[in-house]
């Protein structure tokens, strides 16, 4: 009778998906890449997606990779198409397991929390070295869309193993060949922050990719996961050829003249390099302070590795040189140049050495770094720091060493 009455039960377990999907990133009639890169540009996308508690989707902490997995899993449950992403463990061996719409883990859950469940697993076991080895392939500069996305990895020290990877998702291009990028890091993802949305974007020297398997990437189909990336359509490792032939400053402006519809005019550029360095300042003015904040919760010890890493500087500091740099070497080419922008004399009182010549105040009412709540810091007095090497990135060092109104400090290690 026992037996009986288990025999009984057994049907009434359910191990269902987490959707059925009625469509394929495969379907002929339809182009499920060009339906996803319309999404990405589309106001469902924003930067509040995963922190509004209004959003379907609210309340998920994600660093870097974490917004292209969710962005991609959110699309294919929304339109019924099917998904799937290597399991990192078995990516090596012979027989591959996979995170799919399919997986059956959360059966004692009703079917609307089924995918919140399956978003924060991605984002819990998923990561950059994954996104760019196992769920993902290169495509040519001229090819770029929204909704591909743009991967990097670098060693700071050549004497340290330690790399620093990012990733950026492309959300629109504009005429002009730039990026409105989305995305997210391990530092906003640990101070529940929620994404960074930045307009008419472009990457800095420092971020070209060297590296195979970085750079420009784009989302596997489920069924491209039984091919090798030689058959895929779309593939292409050019982007590591041009690199390698040049330098980064010139790919990234080779990107935009491939991408571009139209040309950036002198004013406009003008205004755009000006604002790029502003943004970058005021970005590492979060930064700082967070270090700031998180050395107080840890009573002022020296950070480990892994905080070494979210909380330092140094690539960011980088970029931020190179997209000096830039703006130096972009004032050479207009010298003589009739430029209707106010913001030309501004840009080149940023590399005045005579104080006594310019309008430090007029730069720092455009563009004020505030480093304080009471004190804050003008363009050129930042890139003279910079170049002279006062600028601190190291996240143990107080804020005034960071800024470089005193020396480094820390005698904590440095990773």
Known sequence: MKNLILFCLFPLLSFSAIWEPTNSWDDVEVNWEVKFSEWMQSDSVNRNLFYDTTSAYGKIKVDCADVM?????????????DFKVMHPLFAHRRVKKYYSHSMNNWNHLPENEKISAFLHYLADNLGTEALSRNDSYSVAPKDVSPGDFFMFKAFLDPSSSMATRHSFMIKDITATGLFDVIYSTQ???DNDKPM?????HMFSAPLAPTINGWGFKRFRKPSEYEVLNSSIVAFDESQYEIVNDNDGAYFFKFVQSVLKQSDESPENKVERLFTDLCQRLDDRVEAVDDAMIYRKKINYRCMNASEYDIYSTPLRDSRIKAAFEE???????????????????????IFDE????????????ACPIQIKDDETMDLNTFYSKLMNEEISNNPNDPINARWGFEPTSSSCKKY
């Open 354 to 365: 005579d104080l006594s010549a310019i309008d430090l105040d007029e730069l720092s009412e």
């Open 327 to 349: 703006v130096s070497i972009y004032l050479d080419t207009i010298d003589g140049l009739l430029v209707d922008s106010k913001y030309l004399a501004m840009l080149i009182n």
């Open 187 to 189: 530092r906003a993802r």
């Open 196 to 200: 960074y949305y930045r307009k008419n």
């Open 69 to 81: 997995y969710l962005m991609r899993a959110i699309f294919s449950y929304e339109n019924s198409l």
